[in-house]
């Protein structure tokens, strides 16, 4: 097996599944689906993990309006509590500082604007220069999806080779492209609105359930095109 397969490919997930419906093909997205949610995030513990100190922010500010740093204070404290689990839980390092920075950005921005639209405005941000960036990236036709795949499976730009792949890679590319800008659409009017507390359970919802849904369907998209490549690899060496 080639190392572009073994990106994609789960030695749990059978690879002899049937398409179109079958029982196989089912059992396979449940597992790919698992797979997917315990490597991104940290399965289920991680989508608590990083909407609690959202939602720890909003309940506190819809409790004490008046009170700003209170609710700074309370999604701080949470984060912290989040950190020091995942610190005893041992999960990788840089989940957990990417994690904990963003919280903080957000939090010390909010304090220094005293506005509490601001703790949203850092996500935007960042929704706003990863869309652009996928986006660019298909323009140009460096599908980014394609060069983190080339990066990851240890390939390079070999993908880039294959007219099968440079196609997929785009293809799965705009799944993200539509995940950020998607959330910005949504989000951008309540922020400018000032509703924070539709805009945080926007924002919890679009998160990581959002993020773990354009993962599944960039597998649904790729592992196809890995499949036939290996297929077709398979025949010529026998």
């Known amino acids: 097996m080639n190392n572009e397969s073994e990106g994609l490919k789960d030695p749990n997930i059978d690879s002899s599944a049937s398409v179109h419906g079958e029982p196989g093909e089912v059992q ?4 790919a689906e698992r797979l997917i949610l315990d490597r991104a995030i940290g399965g289920w513990r ?4 990083s909407g609690l100190p959202t939602l720890v922010f909003i309940i506190a500010y819809l409790v004490w309006p008046e009170d700003l740093m209170r609710s700074i204070w309370a999604a701080l404290t949470a984060g912290v509590v989040v950190l020091v689990i995942r610190l005893i839980r041992r999960d990788p390092i840089t989940q957990i500082l990417a994690g904990f920075l963003g919280l903080g950005i957000a939090v010390a921005f ?8 601001n703790f949203f405005l850092p996500g935007l941000l ?9 986006l660019i990236s298909i323009i140009i036709r460096w599908p980014l999806l394609g060069v983190v795949l080339g990066y990851f499976t240890g390939t390079g730009t070999a993908w880039r080779k ?3 792949l440079r196609r997929a890679a785009a293809a799965a590319s705009w799944i993200w492209v539509a995940l950020f800008f ?4 949504v989000q951008l009017p309540l922020f400018l609105a000032e509703a924070i507390g539709p805009l945080g359970v926007i924002k919890i919802v679009m998160g990581w359930p959002l993020f773990l849904a354009a993962a599944y369907f960039t597998y649904r998209v790729l592992a196809p095109v890995y499949a036939e490549l290996n297929s077709k690899k398979d025949d010529s060496e026998s």
């Open 110 to 117: 909010t304090a220094w604007t005293g506005k509490a639209e």
């Open 28 to 31: 396979e997205d449940l597992r």
């Open 182 to 185: 998607g959330r910005l659409v």
């Open 126 to 134: 960042t929704n706003l220069a990863y869309g652009s960036a996928f």
């Open 162 to 164: 294959d007219p099968m």
């Open 46 to 49: 991680g989508l608590i993990d």
